[in-house]
């Protein structure tokens, strides 16, 4: 079975491609496609905006996370069924954790997939054809099949830089006008469904501007291509457990293969800490990262499930948290004024988001005997001191300071982690 397939890559990072993805996503969902978006890297902001555009949940694919193998199982699985599958790249098309490791092209790559190159060209015209030419020619194994130009000035630009790509070799699909309406949010702002429904104009006007001045058309027909079958998949035994996983609008940086996973062990229900005052029974609990910083009066004022967390992890519970899971556990956060809220206190730590600095980097973490990979992105800091129960690593192998912490059958640190290939009950096996 074929069907249309590309990544949209970039010459450097701020290009446009969220714009130019979210765009073809509703151009394409207008048409009556069913179209598959996925994100390469770790990244939970750029999906929650493909799923608004699409109609469907946006995956991740990180070959530094996941194996070749799994790699190659979650683009068969997710995309299976739809119409096209659409994946958005990271940074610049080439820049990886290392040289190329890691990139955009190397999803490309592994997944043989088309190339679409994306092109900020505000200051450029014919000069955009050397660029061209470098990018088409620089790894052979990365098929170009195609470039389309982002914030251009007007039809007499594009004509430019239209000779320019057929001068390099690249053909020319079309362009995106330049359009201060086509702004994605801050990515520290609490993707709150308020928040994502204010963006959904600007999806819809940079649809508009696709189905004008980009061809369609020809984009679908020049990247279709054999679909792949999935790979066999070594499913999870059932155990019959009840894991409960937070969503919310303070908790909602998950994996849908991590969840998935979860799910092959037994029945995968969902609580929120913001609005329920019971915690679901459980055999595990899952307290997810997301943004409880924007929601501390509301997490402060729920006591009662405050204290069932509480209780739950004292009762020698299984929990596994993660960033802002972990700042919920702590005896409080502290706003970016300072002000103190009362969280769960189950760690004697403090989280706070004063004198806000950005921490982030693929991680590693070798725990009760399992090799997890993930990605730690955050603001906040913690205060206090508590032993941390594993050494964690960067994606070139040089530790970094970033804690794990124990207690009783909790596993919680500001590290996002990826099982989905993987068995996470064995980390409570002790």
């Given at each position: 079975?074929?069907k249309?397939?590309?990544?949209?890559?970039?010459?450097?990072?701020?290009?446009?491609?969220?714009?130019?993805?979210?765009?073809?996503?509703?151009?394409?969902?207008?048409?009556?496609?069913?179209?598959?978006?996925?994100?390469?890297?770790?990244?939970?902001?750029?999906?929650?905006?493909?799923?608004?555009?699409?109609?469907?949940?946006?995956?991740?694919?990180?070959?530094?996370?996941?194996?070749?193998?799994?790699?190659?199982?979650?683009?068969?699985?997710?995309?299976?069924?739809?119409?096209?599958?659409?994946?958005e790249?990271?940074?610049?098309?080439f820049?990886?954790?290392?040289r190329?490791?890691?990139?955009?092209?190397?999803?490309?790559?592994?997944?043989?997939?088309?190339?679409?190159?994306?092109?900020?060209?505000?200051?450029?015209?014919f000069?955009?054809?050397?660029l061209?030419?470098?990018?088409?020619?620089?790894?052979p194994?990365?098929?170009?099949?195609?470039?389309?130009?982002?914030?251009v000035?007007s039809?007499?630009?594009?004509?430019?830089?239209?000779?320019?790509?057929?001068?390099?070799?690249?053909?020319?699909?079309g362009?995106?006008?330049?359009?201060?309406?086509?702004?994605?949010?801050?990515?520290?702002?609490?993707?709150?469904?308020?928040?994502?429904?204010?963006?959904?104009?600007?999806?819809?006007?940079?649809?508009?501007?696709?189905?004008?001045?980009?061809?369609?058309?020809?984009?679908?027909?020049?990247?279709?291509?054999p679909?792949?079958a999935?790979?066999?998949?070594?499913?999870?035994?059932?155990?019959k457990?009840?894991?409960?996983?937070?969503?919310?609008?303070?908790?909602?940086?998950?994996?849908?293969?991590?969840?998935?996973?979860?799910?092959?062990?037994?029945?995968?229900?969902?609580?929120?800490?913001?609005?329920?005052?019971a915690?679901?029974?459980?055999?595990?609990?899952?307290?997810?990262?997301?943004?409880?910083?924007?929601?501390?009066?509301?997490?402060?004022?729920?006591?009662?499930?405050?204290?069932?967390?509480?209780?739950?992890?004292?009762?020698?519970?299984?929990?596994l948290?993660?960033?802002?899971g972990?700042m919920?556990?702590?005896?409080?956060?502290?706003d970016?004024?300072?002000?103190?809220?009362?969280?769960?206190?189950?760690?004697p730590?403090?989280?706070?988001?004063?004198?806000?600095?950005?921490?982030?980097?693929?991680?590693?973490?070798?725990?009760?005997?399992?090799?997890?990979?993930?990605?730690?992105?955050?603001?906040?800091?913690?205060?206090?001191?508590?032993?941390?129960?594993?050494?964690?690593?960067?994606?070139?192998?040089?530790?970094?300071?970033?804690?794990?912490?124990?207690?009783r059958?909790?596993?919680?640190?500001?590290?996002?982690l990826?099982?989905a290939?993987?068995?996470?009950?064995?980390?409570?096996?002790?």
């Amino acid at each position: 079975m074929s069907k249309s397939q590309f990544l949209i890559g970039a010459a450097a990072s701020a290009s446009g491609k969220t714009t130019l993805t979210l765009g073809l996503l509703r151009a394409f969902a207008r048409r009556g496609r069913r179209v598959r978006p996925f994100k390469c890297g770790p990244d939970y902001i750029d999906p929650q905006f493909h799923a608004l555009a699409a109609g469907a949940e946006s995956i991740n694919l990180d070959p530094f996370m996941a194996s070749q193998r799994h790699l190659q199982q979650l683009y068969a699985r997710y995309g299976a069924g739809y119409d096209l599958c659409i994946v958005e790249g990271a940074m610049g098309l080439f820049d990886g954790y290392d040289r190329d490791r890691g990139s955009a092209a190397e999803v490309a790559k592994r997944l043989r997939l088309p190339v679409v190159l994306a092109v900020d060209a505000r200051a450029a015209a014919f000069s955009a054809a050397p660029l061209l030419y470098g990018f088409a020619r620089f790894d052979p194994s990365v098929e170009i099949v195609g470039v389309i130009f982002n914030r251009v000035g007007s039809p007499a630009h594009y004509a430019q830089l239209k000779a320019a790509a057929e001068a390099a070799g690249i053909e020319p699909l079309g362009y995106l006008p330049r359009n201060e309406r086509f702004q994605a949010p801050s990515r520290h702002l609490g993707l709150s469904l308020e928040t994502l429904q204010t963006f959904d104009p600007v999806i819809d006007a940079a649809a508009d501007a696709a189905e004008r001045t980009i061809d369609l058309d020809r984009l679908e027909a020049k990247t279709r291509r054999p679909f792949p079958a999935e790979p066999p998949h070594d499913r999870l035994p059932d155990r019959k457990l009840r894991i409960a996983a937070a969503r919310d609008e303070a908790f909602d940086f998950t994996y849908r293969a991590n969840l998935d996973r979860l799910a092959e062990t037994g029945e995968l229900i969902f609580f929120s800490p913001l609005h329920d005052t019971a915690l679901p029974q459980a055999d595990l609990v899952y307290l997810p990262g997301g943004y409880p910083e924007f929601h501390l009066e509301r997490l402060q004022a729920n006591a009662a499930m405050r204290r069932a967390i509480a209780d739950y992890v004292e009762r020698d519970g299984r929990m596994l948290a993660e960033c802002g899971g972990m700042m919920y556990l702590c005896r409080e956060i502290r706003d970016e004024a300072g002000r103190p809220y009362t969280m769960c206190g189950v760690l004697p730590l403090t989280a706070t988001m004063e004198g806000m600095r950005l921490h982030l980097g693929l991680r590693e973490v070798v725990f009760e005997g399992m090799r997890l990979r993930g990605h730690e992105f955050h603001y906040s800091r913690i205060e206090g001191d508590y032993p941390s129960a594993a050494q964690q690593f960067s994606a070139r192998g040089e530790a970094v300071a970033t804690p794990v912490y124990r207690y009783r059958r909790l596993l919680a640190g500001y590290t996002h982690l990826y099982w989905a290939e993987e068995d996470p009950l064995k980390l409570f096996e002790r």
